[in-house]
């Protein structure tokens, strides 16, 4: 049985002050492996305490040197990335392919951070005044189990970057892969109190960090209902904060794409990270007169599709992380079934072979209208939507007609005419012709899926505060 009893403070691995335990449960046979020690407030403060000593020499370290931090932090990380990805594939079920593309997306984020900080200048002018950048000051960083070290990577990296020392609460359900990411930043020699790892609940460890006047910024990744929450409650503090929240991403396949290229892209950026992603593309928009091509090949790739054991490299769709995600999936195939949208494929049944674990069958809904529920929240699983439309102004009214705005795909056989219907999409990051991500461009939200940008100077800024000083 495995056991997690310690959690990252002060430059030291402690015993939590708090006591509670958490059943470290494997997702694809739900049998228990271990337990978790949460932090409480306690632990929560004392952590807050040592980034707050540290700040005071931490924020006065030079560029160059927090550009050896970083360039440690991206030997230990290189180091460590097999174990990285291992933890993640095993600790909530992400596929081997997602979690090596994650695991290398960590060494790309902090070379790009250590490029960004080169280039970037801290005291700039503007009309006949000078502007200082200055480190906003302890930053509580809070995330989900999704991708849990990716986000602690893009978002200590630009902490370190802006000279900002740091909290983090990740989910009770990260908390194996937190255990190897605090054994990097220690590694790495960063001085004592600049990162600390708390483990524990949101309501308590997350509350606090919330609350706690110590804290002058959250960074805040997960869902739009508790990032409301915490937006509220830092707003007592000022607090700054940034929030990247969920999605209902639209995929638009133009009438020139390739289709036998488009679709399986299309069905790709569906499932990824098992649907468990926030930029994942569930809303695909094709022609009403490609319909019944695109349901063909929609339906032939799933068919070819592994839904399986997230260790095997070939499997696309592992299982969800808990059996309360498993239970939500589920029920939203329900819904969708309600609401009269056609099953292509999928379903509620378990996979063959897989009953005992967390997985549900890769699953589209065609011919559905974009008011369904099952096109308009958040499902966080391997469910797609194929949602048909008139012409190109019906198509970008469709994408556009929703309460998130965090991601957006266009396919196209034309750049010009993809980069066009790009153009008139509100979200914070649109691919065309595929998935890609850039370490250096800003990602995050319009509308409900948050506030503020991350990497690059986007993301740094997000982590200073500017002064401006006037003659
Ligand atoms: P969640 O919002 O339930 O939890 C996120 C974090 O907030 C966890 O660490 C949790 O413990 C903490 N938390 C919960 N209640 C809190 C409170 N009252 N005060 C302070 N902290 C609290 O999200 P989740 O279920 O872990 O993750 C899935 C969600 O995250 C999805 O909605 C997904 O879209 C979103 N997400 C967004 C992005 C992005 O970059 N935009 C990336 C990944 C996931």
Redesign the pocket.
Known sequence: MKSINTMYINGEFVTPHGTTTFDLINPVNNQKTGEAVLGDEIDTQNAITAAKEAFKTFSKTTKQERITYLEKLLVVISKREKDLTDIMVEEYGGTFQFCSMVTQNMINDINAMIDTLKDFDFEQTTGNSKVFLQSVGVVGI??????SNG?IVTKLSTAIAAGCTSVV??????TQQTQIMAECFHEAGLPKGVINFVN????I???E??RNPDVSKIA????????K??AK?AVDTMKRVT?????KSPNIILDDANLEEAVPTAIFAAYLNSG????AATRLLVPVSKLDEVNAIAKATVQNMKVGNPKDADTVVGPMVSKK?YERVLDYIRIGQKEGAVLLTGGTDKPEGLEEGNFVKATIFTNVNNNMRIARE?I?GPVLCIIPYNDEKHAVAIANDTDYG?AAYVSSGNKERAYRVASQIDAGRICINGISHDSKTP???FKQ??IGR?YGVFGLEEYLEPKAILE
Not at 142 to 147: T, Y
Not at 169 to 174: D, F, Q
Not at 220 to 227: A, P
Not at 276 to 279: D, I, V
């Open positions: 809070i995330i989900p189990w999704n991708m986000f609460k990740p989910s009770e359900m990260s524990g609940l949101g309501d460890v997350g509350a960090i919330t805040f990744t997960g869902s739009t209902v508790v990032g929450m915490i409650g929030l990247e929240l969920g999605g468990q992603a926030c930029a995600q958040e966080f965090l990602f995050g939200g899926s948050g991350e």
